[in-house]
């Protein structure tokens, strides 16, 4: 595996003398998928203290370049008073790319499906897109490579991982959700696109509802929407709140879906709102039991 530490505390800004702001009990380093074609800034931020005997819960945080040091000093803040917040103390793991810019062109590629160029929407600016279609590569990546490193270097808690994103990053977390819906214990897709590749998107979530009437799963999932986006011709509320009704139906399945407007936020501003309501929603306890689960069905997961 291909990855290296850069330094030990994540590197913000520069203040006015040119000094490093940084943010405590983080580092970051970058790491290669196994092809070497494909690089990302990895960043993880630790809670202070021991971690408890089943270790520390887990957040895995796309477009980190845009909104790591949003959760964490969110997660830091709120966690030092679990009993009025909620909020319990997470390594928080982001996954983002050697660049300055919050949002990289690299996260087409990642987070998307293969499909045609004509299934996708028109681009504002007439450009072509950038690559599309690297959602299973990248799955492959943090399943296989980040999340092995990061077992191996921490000590969390592999009954309590969650997996966060936002827009594409949404449409990401609910193909996982679909595919692979062991991978994570707890989904949270903020704003997902799931306009952009709806139709494979679809054919997924049939797959998953048929599925589950064999193999039953514990996961929770928080879908969250800005209220202005009601307005979006793409329909990208209607179509996250018609996923929430359907996935709703599948409570006996072991799936419990949770659906959150945030007032008077669109696309990107909902970012911060979200990320608080996802700690909290992270740091339940699952709302039904493996053994439920079990009883339920007759059968084990």
């Not at 945080?61 to 030092?80: H, I, K, P, S």
Request: proline share 6%; hydrophobic share 35%.
């Amino acid at each position: 595996m291909d990855h290296k530490i850069i330094e030990h505390a994540q590197v913000i800004v520069k203040d006015s003398t040119g000094d490093k702001v940084t943010i405590p009990r983080t580092e970051q380093r970058i790491m290669h998928d196994r092809t070497g074609n494909r690089e990302y800034r990895i960043y993880v931020a630790m809670p202070s203290g021991e971690p408890p005997s089943s270790g520390y819960p887990v957040i895995y945080l796309l477009d980190a370049n845009a909104v790591f040091g949003t959760m964490v000093e969110a997660m830091r803040v709120q966690a030092r008073r679990t009993e009025r917040t909620g909020v319990v103390p997470t390594i928080i793991v982001g996954i983002g790319y050697p660049t300055e810019d919050p949002f990289a062109s690299a996260r087409h590629y990642d987070f998307t499906l293969p499909v045609s160029v004509t299934e996708l929407p028109a681009s504002p600016d007439g450009r072509a897109w950038p690559e599309q279609g690297g959602a299973e590569d990248f799955l492959t990546f943090i399943q296989e490579e980040l999340k092995p490193e990061i077992e191996r270097k921490y000590t969390i808690d592999r009954s309590r991982q969650t997996l966060f994103g936002h827009s594409l990053g949404g449409l990401f977390v609910l193909h996982v959700l679909f595919t692979k819906p062991e991978a994570f214990q707890t989904y949270v897709a903020g704003s997902p696109s799931i306009h952009w590749n709806k139709r494979i998107m679809l054919k997924e979530e049939r797959q998953f509802t048929v599925r589950l009437q064999e193999e039953p799963v514990n996961v929770r999932i928080l879908l969250g929407m800005g209220e202005l986006e009601k307005f979006h011709k793409s329909r990208i509320y209607e179509n996250a709140k018609e996923l929430s009704n359907r996935l709703a139906t599948l409570v006996n399945q072991g799936v419990c879906v949770e659906f959150k407007e945030f007032e008077d936020e669109g696309h990107v501003s909902l970012l911060p709102a979200l990320i608080s309501r996802a700690l909290r929603f992270a740091s339940r306890p699952s709302l039904i039991s493996s053994e439920d689960v079990k009883v339920l069905h007759g059968s084990k997961i």
